[in-house]
């Protein structure tokens, strides 16, 4: 049973070390900051106020409050897949094949929470020109250079490894 919790201990500390994993935390931050800021707002402090949500978009008027899920909660699938990615990612640090893998996977669908929010936000704002943007938009860029820096990362330990191995 001591030997269990050791081993425990030792794999938690020692995927803690490598700074690809805080890279990966970072996106799964940014991932699920994403869901609950938003993402576009449209004169905030008025009486009709127009948010975009990754989950949602909200249409605040005196008469009463219109939330519209569909199409606009594939922003959030995504973003919950990507952050789950992220998560798998670092529990697999000792397999860096697998981690390649799952970081050009993250790659695609933060590619794809990018499209869908470029693509909800430019139909809003034809609508709605007076927009502005929110933190939420930001996020995504941030997690998508978190994964790059990552995905360098865990390439530049896969080849410390072959070159060690090169030298034996």
Known sequence: MQV???????????????IQTLFLVMIIASMLGLLILPI????????NEHQLYA?????????GN???????????????????VSFISIRSYHDRQKQM?????????????????????????ETH???QYGFGFWLVAIGVACNF???RFIRRDEQLVKDADRIR
């Open 4 to 18: 269990i919790k050791l081993s425990i201990r030792f794999t938690t500390k020692t995927m803690w070390q490598r």
């Open 40 to 47: 576009w707002v449209n004169a905030p402090d008025t009486p």
């Open 55 to 63: 989950l949602h978009y909200t249409e605040k008027s005196p008469e």
């Open 66 to 84: 219109k939330s519209y899920y569909l199409p606009y909660c594939l922003t959030a699938i995504l973003a919950v897949a990507a952050a789950t």
């Open 101 to 125: 893998r799952l970081g050009l996977l993250n790659s695609l669908l933060m590619l794809g929470v990018m499209i869908c929010i470029v693509f909800f936000v430019t139909d809003l704002t």
């Open 129 to 131: 020109p007076d927009a």
């Open 149 to 151: 820096l990552a995905n």
